[in-house]
Antibody
Framework: QITLKESGPTLVKPTQTLTLTCTFS??????????VGWIRQPPGKALEWLAL???????RYSPSLKSRLTITKDTSKNQVVLTMTNMDPVDTATYYC??????????????WGQGTLVTVSS | SYELTQPPSVSVSPGQTARITCSGD??????AYWYQQKPGQAPVLVIY???ERPSGIPERFSGSSSGTTVTLTISGVQAEDEADYYC???????????FGTGTKVTVL
């Protein structure tokens, strides 16, 4: 079965760079049509899509955060890494990674990790 | 930037029908997806490609699309359906993804 798990620091200081790792099993990120995305959710607020990496290494980013985000994959390790620079307290959120099924005009997230809460504070 | 708008809350009695709307200019061009999120849990996909239901999702969940609005319908609402619901879709070019503002469904 497909599982994903996020890992990384629970506390980062303002201006620091956040690095989160998504380790998954049950699928290969080299399979056509597969992607892994990152989504975050500030406490009590809505989901916000951040980034998506496709099987062919195509990458997409939220326009509002594009300058701060980098998404990469290591297919051999079954991992996807998200980095976010210049962290601010408003970036405090639960960060999720999710398996994405993609196709013509189609991207959705059918398996999610449990999420990891990242707090930005000095 | 592109936005998907949902009503903040919907209240419904057990056994009745809940309808949650999601509005966005690109919805005539892009599929919509719906997620259910219960407190402290990760979201769960309940509808994909506007109206398809993943395996394991009860038949009382259905989706429809009309112009710039998509609707998630929960027929015969049960207490366990109390949750936050989010729509998701892409901008008109399909370049990036967006989640809706979210709707809290309360079962009275």
């Amino acid at each position: 079965q497909i599982t994903l798990k996020e890992s990384g620091p629970t506390l980062v200081k303002p201006t620091q760079t956040l690095t989160l790792t998504c380790t998954f099993s049950g699928f290969s990120l080299s399979t056509s049509g597969v992607g892994v995305g990152w989504i975050r959710q500030p406490p009590g607020k809505a989901l916000e899509w951040l980034a998506l990496i496709y099987w062919d290494d195509d990458k997409r980013y939220s326009p509002s955060l594009k300058s701060r985000l980098t998404i990469t994959k290591d297919t051999s390790k079954n991992q996807v890494v998200l980095t976010m620079t210049n962290m601010d307290p408003v970036d405090t959120a639960t960060y999720y990674c999710a398996h994405s099924s993609t196709g013509p005009a189609m991207v959705f997230f059918d398996y999610w990790g449990q999420g990891t809460l990242v707090t930005v504070s000095s | 930037s592109y936005e998907l708008t949902q009503p903040p809350s919907v209240s419904v009695s057990p056994g009745q029908t809940a309808r949650i709307t999601c509005s966005g200019d690109a919805l005539p061009k892009q599929y919509a997806y719906w997620y259910q999120q219960k407190p402290g849990q990760a979201p769960v996909l309940v509808i994909y490609k506007d109206s398809e239901r993943p395996s394991g999702i009860p038949e009382r969940f259905s989706g429809s699309s009309s112009g710039t609005t998509v609707t998630l319908t929960i027929s015969g609402v049960q207490a366990e359906d109390e949750a936050d619901y989010y729509c998701q879709s892409a901008d008109s070019s399909g370049t990036y993804q967006v989640f809706g503002t979210g709707t809290k469904v309360t079962v009275l």
